[in-house]
């Protein structure tokens, strides 16, 4: 899924979240009331300017439940006019909380957390039922709880031709990477990895350090996600996956070009044959990621039975090869 940061003239891009828990083995979904339409339905509000639909998701959710959330998987995205002929699309993720005071918008009066049955007859919208439709087929299939992989392509790094130093490693982002850097922390945030993993060249850790600095995400750096390392001993790129899969965590892992081919491919066998993931994935193995670019896959379970159950491709505004 590609992610726009603005629509046309004639569509009204938004974004929301249908967030979820279990409350006493039931599943439960929260609505929110909306006083000036006297509405029920899923947290959501219309993309700022510069915004991504995943960045306007997250921050909607908080403004109006006062929920900070964790984007899960996608969901089925609504599309509808609007009473001046615009049009207006509206995506939604699964998501779950990770904190907030749970304080309310001034438009939104009440929020109130129900069974899936419950929340189907508040809705206010038929439209409303389709995300939850994928919500509850989800759960019933045990593929709702999952956990995020971000997989970075560090951003846009000084010219090899105009860099004046002698170790490469060294050599730093650009004017134009740094402020795909800056860019990258509410883009991260909206699935909060728990921890960064990156490569120790300079362009890597400079790509993700905005977001680790900002949330206090704790930053490892491995000469095993190197270009130089790679070169040498391209196995250990791959442990580097696999220790994340062990785990089991939300986590992001910033790499170069060179590595992206075998990364993908390890996280491609782990798609299920056949599966939009996988075939998504194989696309990017031949394509290739831009620089700055973000791969988020939705893994379900740990280990070696580890499943990529959904990929989305952040793209840069402007492709950077």
Not at 191 to 217: D, H, I, L, Y
């Amino acid at each position: 899924m590609n992610h726009a940061r603005r629509g046309s003239p004639q569509v009204v891009p938004a974004a929301g979240a249908l967030v979820w828990r279990r409350r006493q083995g039931r599943l439960e979904v929260a609505l929110v009331h909306r006083a000036r339409y006297d509405d029920w339905s899923w947290p959501k509000g219309k993309l700022d300017p510069g915004e991504t639909f995943a960045e306007a998701a997250v921050r909607e959710v908080l403004e109006e439940t006062g929920l900070a959330v964790r984007l899960g998987i996608p969901l089925p995205e609504l599309v509808h006019g609007l009473a001046n002929g615009s049009t207006k699309v509206v995506r939604y993720w699964a998501a779950e909380v990770v904190g907030g005071s749970g304080a309310l918008d001034h438009e939104v009066d009440e929020v109130r957390w129900l069974t899936v049955e419950n929340a189907r007859r508040k809705l206010s919208y038929s439209r409303d039922h389709l995300p939850l439709d994928a919500l509850v087929e989800a759960e019933l299939t045990g593929r709702l709880e999952t956990w995020p992989l971000l997989l970075v392509r560090h951003s846009h790094a000084q010219a090899r031709s105009a860099y004046r130093g002698s170790d490469d490693a060294r050599r730093p982002l650009s004017d134009r990477g740094k402020q795909r850097a800056k860019a990258l922390v509410p883009v991260l945030g909206a699935w909060t990895p728990e921890r960064v993993v990156s490569s120790s060249s300079a362009r890597c850790v400079q790509t993700v350090k905005p977001f680790t600095n900002a949330t206090g995400t704790p930053l490892r750096t491995k000469a095993a996600l190197s270009e130089e390392t790679f070169e040498v001993s391209p196995a250990k790129a791959g442990r580097q996956l696999v220790k994340a899969f062990e785990r089991g965590l939300p986590v992001a892992l910033c790499t170069h070009r060179p590595l992206l081919p075998a990364l993908v491919a390890t996280l491609s066998e782990h798609a299920p044959k056949g599966s939009p993931a996988r075939r998504l994935l194989g696309r990017i193995k031949a394509n290739g990621m831009d620089k700055g670019e973000v791969l988020v896959c939705q893994m379900l379970g740990s280990g070696a039975n580890a499943q990529v159950i959904s990929v989305e491709r952040l793209r840069t505004p402007v492709l950077e090869r």
